[in-house]
């Protein structure tokens, strides 16, 4: 078990330095592969992880391989160890998995860029410390994770480093993290002061005794956890930055912000359920806080008119889904979610990618139409990917997001509302996404989409930035000047058709009477739990589930059919009539002005009060102006004595010595 | 002839030889005068040894010619750079080392 969990750490992590220290050495193309390589071991060594947890007794399936103790003082006791149990194998599976399939596309899909190199080192440092994440057997790892898949976020968002939008958002980004950073380091305080210890394991059977229901304490260090699960996850308020992390490349946005570095708060909520389930009032902010996400992010994916963010708006609010589900107990619901979200929503951002690539970096969908011809296998992806996610059946996410709402309504409480709000949820996730495919795919052809049914690659006479319209050249630090699609290149074919198929079938690990394993497999983990084994949704939940479930998905794609297919005219005037609702959407709910107005503002004028006030006039004029002025004064004077006059120098001593015997002469008699 | 005679003749070549150093613009004159305080300085070391009885002041005396042999080599080669590099043999003029 050391071999696999070691292996599955250190692969992507030597791939990251060999692929950073070779790039003068080894063609470029070479890096691509050898970045897949890397995390291809890491899945094989996550897999031999599996099967080795599989062959144990259900009661040892929670492993704690210590690899080096790094300090154990004065009641700390910061140990590298890694845990593995079913939740983080099932988490390196997903991680690793998918990862090795993005790196594929990436493959292709960042040929023509400059920084290709940079790319591949940056995309296996994100794994390792998303697997750091995912294996830390106590809260100082897992701390040290969660700062570097913040880092390399930033790093990734940044990645065309030249655009100026794209490194305000990684600025952005990267502050909202550290925001959630110091929420979880605050909160794991105090976890510590009173379990004392960071091991989670330890840590997590302790917890009934020393804490009561809803201690104070708890409380608080389960919402401070929450704020660090809440920041790394987009949920609202702390939201904005992922609609911004668009400005990284196609393949980060699968890989980072939509498959993996965003679902980190689930499997944290997931991981910290011993805490949550004596914590209950801090459990159901989080349940609520995704539940207003889920419904915000839907309406604002309604209206945005950029491909990526469309998507970006419905990972939020799948998101949204898995939190309210971990933190209402639904543990199952949310990381079942979790999977089959990665699989269906990488393979919508790589489709996404395709079509951005034939439109010569063009994002807006208001200049996309009729792609279906021309881009048969991408229009195919997209449509399995819009299938799974407005939860059509038998497709994936029809399963998971049925699973989540089954578990809310089995609840039997208030959590009902939750459930209902899903359900609305699932109806505007149909909406939008069904929106999107046919806005980019139906329609009149434009011209890049006529040029490529010509068979020609359509070429922008300019590269712009899509998001401001500025002219940008091809450089380093700007996107490339080729496009690859889909339909040409082998590697990116490959990685979608596999994403397609398991959007397909991800469904099958559980299926309500018929499968239960991934239950099963999960089930150690969760031993001790109170809501894990009696909370079973009785089949008139599951099957009147499945139908309104269906229902609202076919319901939501009949809508978006009739309004952007049959009656294309119809949103415009919807829209004239709801202007100020629409208005309001498209201004994302004003978040972005109101974190502005209450926050970034008075910090601002603070800053500007320190400098102004503090820095200029207390440490510049008095301090370091004090201290430089009296040396200066000291040394005015010395130099004055030094005249170069050899003489004078003479007399000075000879003086001096005169002045020292008349003073002994004196005090002797 | 007791002590204080010697003691007297020393002090009075040692403020000679000071004068000289505070008077005089010539390096070289000023390494002689330099020599003259030296020497006022062995006289009174001998004539102390003597008072004494024992070998202590000559031996100082001794190593204070030692010192004043190393001092007049560097001083003398200073002179001679001066001096080929045409530079003013004048020490008031030689006053670029100051603050």
Redesign the interface.
């Known amino acids: 078990m050391t071999t696999f969990s070691l292996l599955i750490l250190l692969a992507p992590l030597v791939g990251c330095i060999v692929i950073a220290l070779t790039f003068r050495v080894l063609p470029s193309k070479l890096h691509g592969y050898m970045g897949t390589l890397a995390i291809a071991v890491a899945f094989a060594a996550s897999i031999g992880a599996f099967l080795n947890l599989q062959d144990r007794p259900r009661e040892e399936r929670q492993v704690v391989v210590e690899v080096w103790n790094l300090a154990s003082t004065a009641g700390v006791d910061a140990q590298l160890s890694l845990l593995l149990d079913p939740l983080s194998i099932f988490m390196a599976l997903v991680v690793s998995g998918v990862s090795m399939l993005i790196h594929l596309y990436s493959v292709s899909y960042m040929g023509g860029d400059r920084g290709y190199t940079r790319f591949f080192a940056y995309l296996n440092f994100f794994v390792f410390s998303m697997l750091l994440l995912v294996l830390a057997a106590n809260f100082f790892l897992l701390i040290v994770g969660w700062a570097f898949v913040g880092a390399a976020s930033y790093l990734l968002i940044s990645f065309w480093y030249r655009r100026r939008t794209a490194t305000a958002a990684g600025i952005k980004a990267f502050v909202i993290n550290v925001v959630g950073d110091v929420g979880l380091v605050l909160g794991t305080y105090f976890i510590f002061k009173h379990v004392g210890t960071l091991d989670f394991l330890r840590g997590f059977a302790r917890v009934d005794q020393v804490f009561t229901r809803n201690e104070g304490d708890l409380v608080a260090g389960c919402l401070l956890i929450l704020v660090g699960a809440f920041a790394k996850s987009a949920q609202v308020p702390l939201h904005t930055w992922l609609p911004d992390a668009m400005e990284g490349p196609t393949p980060v946005s699968a890989l980072i912000h939509a498959a993996t570095m965003v679902t980190a708060g689930v499997y944290l909520t997931a991981r910290m359920w011993p805490l949550f389930e004596q914590a209950p009032a801090a459990a159901d902010v989080g349940a609520i806080g995704g539940c207003l996400t889920l419904l915000i992010a839907a309406t604002i994916g309604l209206v945005v008119t950029d491909l990526k963010r469309v998507i970006a708006y419905s990972t939020m609010s799948q998101i949204g889904y898995m939190i309210m589900a971990t933190c209402s107990a639904g543990y199952l619901g949310g990381l079942f979610h979790l999977m089959t979200h990665a699989f269906f929503k990488a393979l919508l951002f790589m489709a996404a990618g395709s079509v951005i690539a034939a439109m010569a970096g063009e994002q807006n969908l208001d200049r996309m139409g009729g792609f279906r011809r021309a881009m048969p296998f991408t229009f195919a992806c997209m449509v399995i990917g819009g299938l799974a996610l407005s939860g059509i059946p038998p497709f994936s996410g029809f399963f998971s997001k049925d699973e989540i709402l089954a578990l809310l309504v089995a609840r039997d409480d208030w959590h009902i509302v939750l459930a209902v709000a899903g359900y609305v949820g699932a109806f505007l996730t149909a909406v939008y996404t069904w929106r999107m495919i046919f806005r980019a795919f139906y329609g009149e052809a434009v011209e890049p989409a006529r040029e490529l049914e010509g068979g020609h690659l359509y070429h922008a006479p300019t590269h712009t930035n899509p998001a401001t319209g500025e002219e940008e050249d091809t450089d380093v630090g700007f996107p490339g000047p080729e496009h690859h699609i889909a339909e040409r290149e082998g590697s990116m074919k490959a990685a979608m058709s596999v994403l397609a198929v398991l959007a397909v079938i991800g469904g099958v690990v559980q299926i309500p009477n018929v499968t239960n394993w991934l239950h099963d497999f999960l089930e150690p983990t969760f031993a001790g739990s109170r809501y894990y084994e009696t909370l079973e949704p009785s089949n008139s939940v599951i099957y009147g589930g499945f139908t309104l479930g269906a229902a609202l998905g076919l319901a939501g794609i009949a809508l978006a059919y009739r309004l952007w297919v049959v009656q294309p005219e119809r949103p415009a005037a919807i829209r004239a009539r709801l202007a100020g609702v629409h208005s309001f959407f498209v201004h994302k709910w004003y978040f972005d002005e109101l974190i502005d107005t209450l926050i970034v503002r008075p910090v601002a004028w603070c800053g500007r009060f320190g400098r102004n006030v503090f820095e200029r006039v207390v440490v510049n004029g008095v301090f370091v102006g004090g201290t430089s002025g009296a040396v200066r004064a000291g040394s005015a004077a010395v130099r004055a004595a030094q005249s170069g006059f050899l003489r004078y120098y003479a007399a000075l001593l000879a003086l001096g010595v005169t002045a020292l015997g008349l003073y002994f002469l004196l005090a002797a008699s | 002839m007791s002590i204080e005679w010697y003691l007297v003749v020393s002090a009075l070549v040692f403020c000679i030889g ?1 004068g000289g ?3 005089r ?1 010539n390096p070289l004159v ?1 390494l002689l005068c330099l020599e003259l305080m030296l020497n006022a300085g062995n006289l009174a070391l001998v004539a102390f040894s003597r008072a004494h009885g024992n070998q202590q002041g000559q031996i100082f005396a001794l190593i204070v010619m030692v010192v004043a042999a190393c001092e007049v080599a560097v001083g003398l080669g200073l002179i001679v750079a001066i001096y080929r590099r045409r530079l003013p043999i004048d ?2 003029e ?6």
């Open positions: 000071l150093i505070l008077t613009r000023i020490v008031d030689l006053r670029e080392l100051q603050g």
